[in-house]
């Protein structure tokens, strides 16, 4: 296990740095002309491609003997992935964008058999079901939480370091489930894109991008562990209100956001500076740095919070539901608050 950790990771490294170089030939570079960017310099946007890559490699040579069953989360993730190269180069509309993300998320659904099809004790009654509506729910859901990860994606380490976050709390609450190898595979990638897309104290910008290749892959596959370990796995299976706590600071931006555009009378997709990282950086005059730090830590919190209400305090789903709703509310209040501000 060390060494498919080890060799994963050198792969990794190897596969994002030769990716830096060669993305210029290919035209996946963001250049810094809107005025929502906070880079300076053009700058790769190959991240993505190359943390999926890394991620097919060694589960290929490591775990030979899940690629059949999971084929069409492989075969749909690089569609996500080849969707989000397209718009990294020629940059297509939001719209059109949104509409492939939907055919890709329905079309694996259909075929996969993955739904949503129990939600919990939402509300003290007894297990909820989707029944007759799983099916677009679960496609709603999914397109969703790509979303929110790519919404998040707007400072150096703050996408990457809060997915690293939550497929942790993911694997930790997963234990020996079968698909915990995969969980880990992608944290072992997500770390190494970290070193060279994360500010640190020997890197003052980030060297590479995982753009909305990276963004909407590792979203959908986000969507499908989410929904794996809560709905199909027979080991160790999660209450839906538990991964949703897990998952709540992308949940949070993205309500957040929605609703700040509503009451300003803006767009629902329209691209704007109302996100948390762009708010609490410009109200507190941070670095990029101290605020992906700050809100990677907020997302920990927020997950952490919801683990240790259900598998400490014992908390029962319909409660896990009401203060899930509170704290998303607060979040909402306090960042409308500072965006007023100023």
């Given at each position: 296990m060390l060494f498919e950790i080890f060799f994963t990771f050198i792969t990794a490294c190897a596969v994002i740095a030769l990716s830096i170089l060669l993305a210029p030939k290919f035209g996946l570079i963001d250049h810094p002309h809107e005025a929502r960017k906070k880079h300076i310099t053009p700058t790769p946007t190959s991240g993505g491609l190359a943390i999926f890559l890394t991620i097919i490699f060694s589960l290929t040579y490591y775990h030979f003997d899940l690629l059949?069953?999971?084929f069409y989360l492989l075969l749909a993730t690089g569609a996500c992935v080849v969707i989000g190269v397209i718009d990294d180069i020629f940059h297509i509309r939001a719209l059109v964008k949104m509409l492939l993300q939907i055919l890709i998320v329905s079309i694996f659904v259909i075929l996969s058999g993955l739904k949503?099809?129990?939600?919990?004790?939402?509300?003290?009654?007894?297990?909820?079901?989707?029944?007759w509506v799983a099916i677009p729910f679960t496609i709603f859901c999914m397109v969703v939480l790509m979303n929110a990860i790519n919404w998040i994606d707007g400072m150096d380490g703050l996408s990457g370091g809060i997915l690293?976050?939550?497929?942790?709390?993911?694997?930790?609450v997963a234990g020996n489930s079968i698909i915990?190898?995969?969980i880990l595979t992608v944290m072992v990638v997500i770390f190494a894109f970290l070193l060279f897309n994360m500010r640190w104290p020997w890197l003052k910008k980030a060297k590479i991008f995982m753009g909305d290749a990276g963004s909407l892959g590792l979203g959908f596959v986000l969507a499908w562990v989410v929904i794996y370990l809560t709905q199909i796995d027979?080991?160790?299976?999660?209450?839906?209100?538990v991964a949703v706590w897990i998952i709540s600071y992308p949940c949070f931006d993205m309500i957040s956001s929605v609703l700040n555009r509503i009451?300003?009378?803006?767009?629902?997709?329209?691209?704007?500076?109302?996100?948390?990282h762009f708010i609490i950086k410009q109200k507190f005059n941070l670095s990029v740095a101290m605020t992906s730090y700050l809100l990677i830590l907020l997302a920990t919190i927020y997950g952490g919070l919801g683990l240790i209400l259900y598998y400490i305090l014992k908390m029962p789903e319909f409660m896990l539901l009401i203060n899930w709703l509170l704290v998303a509310m607060l979040h909402f209040l306090v960042i409308r608050k500072f965006a007023?501000?100023?």
């Open positions: 059949d069953s999971y949503i099809h129990y939600l919990g004790d939402l509300f003290g009654f007894g297990a909820v079901g989707t029944r690293f976050i939550i497929f942790a709390m993911l694997l930790l915990a190898p995969i027979a080991v160790k299976e999660i209450p839906p209100m009451v300003d009378k803006k767009p629902i997709y329209s691209a704007d500076n109302l996100h948390a007023k501000s100023f």
